[in-house]
């Protein structure tokens, strides 16, 4: 299983976090974003889309995953 990188997380003056900043404090790897990226380009088919579109809805899907893996 892949390494995943994670941030400090930086508490607000009230001492929570709110959901934007709790999901940029996980960042995916380059490899996990282009393999999520390639799964996604492969699942559309022959239906319209770019890299860039494919690489950005890759790397959100996998912030918010390991967001949610880091609150279990």
Do not use: C, F, H
């Amino acid at each position: 299983m892949p390494k995943i990188k994670r941030m400090r997380q930086k508490p607000t003056k009230t001492g929570a976090m709110n959901i934007a900043d709790l999901a940029a404090s996980y960042e995916p790897t380059d490899e996990q974003i282009r393999m999520r990226a390639y799964e996604i380009y492969v699942a559309r088919g022959d239906a319209p889309g770019t890299p860039d579109g494919d690489w950005l809805q890759a790397k959100l899907e996998l912030r918010a995953r390991l967001a949610l893996l880091g609150q279990a």
